[in-house]
């Protein structure tokens, strides 16, 4: 019986920590701020190109009618993410590409693209924008998300305040 009770009880602690990590982290933790200049304005990236996008915190935001686009910004610095759908940990800092995007301050989620030329755009004191379009539903309460951007700093939009 004690090797039957001992096997249970690392069992239970093995899935007790799981849970517990997973309980660990649910809202996003901003990490690093990057360099910027004084306050320049605000810019829409060109949307030359398209990227999908994965949503983290689906509650973040009211979602609008699929096709239909909007802004999101990005954030200017790097965040730990931990998506609501499997646990998942994403810290855009390690992935030398992934941006996260919010909406009204709030991380909705991140995408692997535009990096670059949104880190010069923040260097030059911009608030970095990117026009967005949800297409359907990944799963329940999880939008499919894109993103349109430029991965060259000579295509943007001035966004008058």
Not at 2 to 29: C, H, M, S, W, Y
Not at 44 to 71: C, H, I, T
Request: some cysteine; charged content about 20%.
């Amino acid at each position: 019986m004690g090797l039957f009770n001992n096997l249970k009880d690392a069992v239970k602690k093995t899935v007790d920590e799981k849970r517990g990590a997973a309980q660990l982290q649910r809202a996003p933790i901003v990490t690093a701020r990057w360099p910027k200049a004084k306050y320049a304005g605000k810019l829409l990236m060109d949307n030359s190109f398209e990227m999908k996008a994965y949503v983290y915190y689906p509650q973040a935001m009211p979602w609008p009618p699929d096709g239909e686009r909007f802004a999101l910004e990005v954030l200017p610095g790097d965040a730990v993410l931990q998506s609501l759908n499997g646990g998942n940990l994403m810290d855009t800092a390690a992935d030398g590409n992934a941006i996260a995007l919010t909406y009204n301050g709030a991380i909705v989620g991140v995408c692997w693209a535009f990096r670059e030329a949104a880190m010069h755009y923040v260097s030059q004191g911009y608030r970095v924008y990117l026009e967005a379009e949800k297409r359907g539903m990944y799963r329940e309460n999880i939008p499919n998300l894109y993103v349109f951007g430029s991965k060259f700093t000579d295509n943007y939009s001035l966004i008058y305040d």
